[in-house]
């Protein structure tokens, strides 16, 4: 290399050096801009509080009841044709 290469590459480093300085100050946020809010939360505990009488009542509807569909006696035999 000559001289002037040298030279040439050096200003080309620093030049670069600046505008890669200047252009992460603009893209990277600074540590004061980085402060956001978040939602506060609440500590887990073990009472419970009573549901809401609305809904849970002795009318409402039991959904955990058994639902049964036609007679409870057991066709053993169903393509006999003697029953009929």
């Known amino acids: 290399m000559k ?7 050096i200003i080309i480093i620093f030049i670069t050096g600046i505008f890669s300085f200047i252009l992460s100050n603009l893209l ?4 004061e801009n980085r402060q956001q ?5 609440h500590p887990i505990v073990s009472e419970f509080p009573t549901p809401d009488e609305r809904f849970f009542n002795e009318d409402s509807i039991n959904p955990t009841q058994e639902i049964r569909i036609g007679t409870d006696d057991p066709n053993t035999s ?3 044709d003697s029953e009929q």
Do not use: G, N, R
């Open 37 to 41: 809010e978040v939602e506060v939360v």
């Open 78 to 80: 169903p393509f006999d």
């Open 28 to 31: 990277i946020s600074t540590p």
């Open 3 to 9: 001289q002037k290469d040298i030279a040439l590459v």
